[in-house]
């Protein structure tokens, strides 16, 4: 992402903090508006325009989406008045926004990364879904109801909500990398960072306590630890963490010594 980017998306996480209203119905409509978006490229180029008046964009966002709550469409005035590297930017602080909002309307209720994250899980596991899900010839609205009706009642609304928008927008990405990336806004939302670590069987506690103070000093903040068992790992742990892996397990070390031996 580019630097305007990054510094408006850091200005939406405020907004969503200070937004009015019922958080899920705000995810909703910014995820509606998110969709809408990527069906009219014209409008996104416009309403990202830094040439053009503030007032005038927010005059065209409030027409176009007038069937949105009040709530809404405040949000949305508050980022088009923000710059944006590409207009596509403004598209996914939608999303980002609509992500955040529905975290905050889980609270602790749900684990809402770990669903996600499952999610994935689950939709690789069966190649006819994952074509399904990742059809370009369905219909937006098609992607969703199989995203839907696959999760059913197994996770969160919240979870299911965040995957059936991802599915119906999916901007070329593939589907694991988009629930992925949503378990890190989620995780992001209440202020932790999301490291998948893959081990070669269930973490004991002391173990998992190791993990967070590595990560704590590493990263400068708590973690939420997703675990995923690799028997290939052997034993020790390989820690993801965005797009840094941190490995410890032993068949790495013993891959470096057969390696060693080999020079």
């Given at each position: 992402?580019?630097?305007?980017?990054?510094?408006?998306?850091?200005?939406t996480?405020?907004?969503?903090a200070?937004a009015?209203g019922d958080a899920?119905?705000?995810?909703?409509?910014l995820?509606?508006?998110?969709?809408?978006?990527?069906?009219?490229?014209?409008?996104?180029?416009?309403?990202a325009?830094?040439?053009?008046d503030?007032?005038?964009?927010?005059?065209?966002a409030d027409?176009v989406f007038?069937?949105?709550?009040?709530?809404?469409?405040?949000?949305?005035?508050q980022?088009?008045e923000?710059?944006?590297?590409?207009?596509?930017d403004?598209?996914?602080?939608f999303?980002?926004?609509?992500?955040?909002?529905?975290?905050?309307s889980?609270g602790d209720?749900?684990d809402v990364?770990?669903?996600?994250l499952?999610?994935?899980?689950?939709?690789?596991?069966?190649?006819?879904v994952e074509?399904?899900?990742?059809?370009?010839?369905?219909?937006?609205?098609?992607?969703?109801?199989?995203m839907?009706?696959?999760v059913?009642?197994?996770?969160?609304?919240?979870a299911a909500?965040?995957?059936a928008?991802l599915?119906a927008d999916?901007?070329g990405r593939?589907?694991?990398?988009m629930?992925n990336?949503a378990?890190e806004?989620?995780?992001?939302?209440h202020?932790m960072?999301?490291a998948?670590v893959h081990?070669s069987?269930?973490?004991?506690?002391?173990?998992?306590?190791?993990?967070?103070?590595?990560?704590?000093?590493?990263?400068?903040r708590a973690?939420?630890?997703?675990?995923q068992?690799?028997?290939?790992?052997v034993?020790?742990?390989r820690?993801?963490?965005?797009d840094?892996i941190?490995?410890?397990s032993i068949?790495?070390?013993?891959?470096?010594l057969?390696t060693k031996?080999?020079?």
């Amino acid at each position: 992402m580019g630097a305007q980017t990054n510094q408006s998306l850091a200005a939406t996480k405020a907004f969503v903090a200070g937004a009015r209203g019922d958080a899920m119905a705000l995810a909703e409509g910014l995820f509606a508006a998110a969709l809408a978006l990527s069906s009219s490229p014209p409008l996104r180029n416009q309403l990202a325009d830094a040439s053009l008046d503030v007032s005038l964009r927010q005059k065209l966002a409030d027409k176009v989406f007038a069937s949105l709550s009040t709530d809404v469409k405040a949000l949305m005035s508050q980022s088009v008045e923000l710059r944006w590297s590409r207009p596509e930017d403004l598209q996914m602080a939608f999303e980002d926004m609509g992500i955040r909002l529905a975290a905050q309307s889980a609270g602790d209720s749900a684990d809402v990364v770990g669903e996600l994250l499952a999610i994935s899980t689950l939709v690789h596991g069966n190649a006819d879904v994952e074509l399904g899900l990742g059809s370009k010839r369905a219909a937006a609205s098609a992607r969703s109801a199989l995203m839907e009706k696959l999760v059913g009642t197994k996770v969160s609304s919240q979870a299911a909500a965040i995957a059936a928008h991802l599915v119906a927008d999916p901007r070329g990405r593939k589907i694991g990398a988009m629930l992925n990336h949503a378990a890190e806004i989620v995780s992001d939302e209440h202020g932790m960072g999301l490291a998948v670590v893959h081990v070669s069987r269930a973490l004991k506690p002391a173990q998992r306590s190791q993990i967070d103070a590595l990560l704590v000093n590493r990263f400068g903040r708590a973690h939420y630890l997703a675990e995923q068992v690799d028997t290939s790992i052997v034993g020790g742990a390989r820690i993801r963490v965005g797009d840094m892996i941190i490995d410890g397990s032993i068949a790495t070390r013993l891959q470096d010594l057969r390696t060693k031996l080999a020079g």
